[in-house]
Nanobody, 116 residues
Framework: QVQLVESGGGLVQAGGSLRLSCTAP????????MGWYRQAPGKQRELVAT???????NYADFVKGRFTISRDSAKNTVNLQMNSLLPEDTAVYYC??????????WGQGTQVTVSS
C-alpha cells in the first residue's frame, strides 16, 4: 500500500497563509504527477493543483494567483503554499500521486479551516 504522508493543515484567519506538504516513497514520487485535491462538507472532491514530473503545474481557477504548488525532488515532497486564504477554502485537503485518468494514490487528508 502506497503511503502519502501529509502535514501542515490547521486553523487560520481569512487573509492568512498555510503551507501543506506531502511526502511520497521515492519510486512513487519520481514516476508520477503529484497534486492536491480538496473536499468541503457536502461537496464533491475537487482538484486544487497538480504538478508533473518535469514541473509543469496546473491550477483550479479558484486558486490561481493565491496558491503555488512545487516539487522538492531531494525530499520526495510536494508542497502547496496557500496565501490570501478565504473561508471558502475550508476543506479537507488530500495529497494525490498518479497519472490522470489512469490511476492514483491518496493521502489520508489534512484539515484546513479558514475563519472569517
Amino acid at each position: 500500500q502506497v503511503q502519502l504522508v501529509e502535514s501542515g493543515g490547521g486553523l487560520v484567519q481569512a487573509g492568512g497563509s498555510l503551507r501543506l506538504s506531502c511526502t511520497a516513497p521515492g519510486s512513487i514520487f519520481s514516476s508520477n504527477s503529484m497534486g492536491w485535491y480538496r473536499q468541503a462538507p457536502g461537496k464533491q472532491r475537487e482538484l486544487v493543483a497538480t504538478v508533473t514530473r518535469i514541473g509543469s503545474s496546473n491550477y483550479a481557477d479558484f486558486v490561481k494567483g493565491r496558491f503555488t504548488i512545487s516539487r522538492d525532488s531531494a525530499k520526495n515532497t510536494v508542497n502547496l503554499q496557500m496565501n490570501s486564504l478565504l473561508p471558502e477554502d475550508t476543506a479537507v485537503y488530500y495529497c494525490w500521486a498518479g497519472q490522470p485518468a489512469l490511476y492514483g494514490y491518496w493521502g489520508q487528508g489534512t484539515q484546513v479551516t479558514v475563519s472569517s
